[in-house]
């Protein structure tokens, strides 16, 4: 079983992840890069202390950029991309087989969940946007993404009204308490490549969510018609 | 799991749940490391996945 299921979410991981992959390429790549431009052109005028002090580390191993660092992201991607269709079988496994409906409801709560309720309090940024300290932002993240898992699965998978209730509530909290926001907001890309930034990849990872949704359905199932 | 026949689903009613929790844990798993792991060569691998798809970034 649980064999089965690695396969299957692995095989949907890949397909969703290509897709990403190549919106990726044509509309959200090139806004980084040129926001990296930015970044370099501080550096050099800073001599390598820009305010937010950027944690590339000079020493460690980085892809080229080209097709070196295009296939660190594709892979990256597809580890990405299986990683949540594993937590959907494990979903799907707990409940039972979805159709191709339900299996896009899955994604778009899997989007709500892993992208528009981290998004909410912290946006997608690009390189050299000032941010809080990291692990503060990695943990309210992760707290989030929890909350809405938590919360969408009271509202949505059972039917008392007083735990729908709490559910609202559950979903609520992370932003009632706030993501961690720095002290000097401010970013070294123009405001207009920011904003684009961001909606390009709410359309992008919207997109895939719903492929991977659909793409996760089919392979399940399929899987489960396998002895 | 209606469909199956009795003999078949009581042989997977054990392994059903720890199958699919083992699969999120794995999943859970994978996501640290893809979008949280902090380690330089990580990071720089993952860098724009994790900026394309909202991780929070250096």
């Known amino acids: 079983m649980f064999k089965q299921i690695v396969f299957s979410s692995v095989l949907a991981g890949i397909a969703a992840a290509l897709l990403l992959s190549v919106l990726q390429i044509f509309w959200v790549t090139p806004l980084i890069l040129q926001a990296e431009t930015y970044e370099v052109a501080a550096e050099a005028v800073a001599h390598g202390h820009t305010a937010d002090d950027h944690a590339h580390d000079e020493t460690a191993w980085q892809p080229e950029d080209g097709w070196q660092r295009t296939l660190s992201t594709i892979s990256s991607n597809i580890l990405m991309a299986s990683a949540f269709a594993l937590m959907l079988a494990g979903a799907y496994a707990l409940r039972k087989p979805p159709c191709i409906r339900q299996g896009l409801a899955w994604g778009l709560a899997g989007y709500a969940v892993f992208f528009a309720a981290p998004s909410l309090g912290l946006p997608p940024d690009l390189p050299g946007t000032a941010a809080a300290e990291v692990m503060a932002r990695q943990v309210w993240w992760l707290g989030t993404a929890l909350a809405t898992a938590l919360g969408l699965g009271l509202l949505f998978l059972q039917s008392r009204w007083p735990l729908r209730a709490t559910g609202i509530l559950v979903l609520l909290i992370p932003h009632l308490l706030g993501a961690p926001q720095p002290e000097i907001a401010g970013s070294l890309a123009p405001e207009i490549l920011q904003t684009q930034f961001r909606w390009v990849s709410a359309l992008t990872n919207a997109v895939f969510w719903m492929a991977l949704g659909v793409s996760s359905s089919l392979t399940f199932n399929r899987m489960q018609n396998k002895p | ?58």
């Open chain 2, 1 to 58: 799991m209606l469909v199956q026949t009795h003999s078949h689903s009581e042989t997977l009613a054990p392994a059903r749940p720890v199958a699919a929790l083992s699969a999120i844990l794995l999943g859970f798993a994978l996501l640290l490391v893809v979008g949280f792991a902090p380690l330089a060569e990580i990071h720089n691998t993952t860098h724009d996945t994790r900026h394309a798809n909202g991780f929070p970034c250096h």
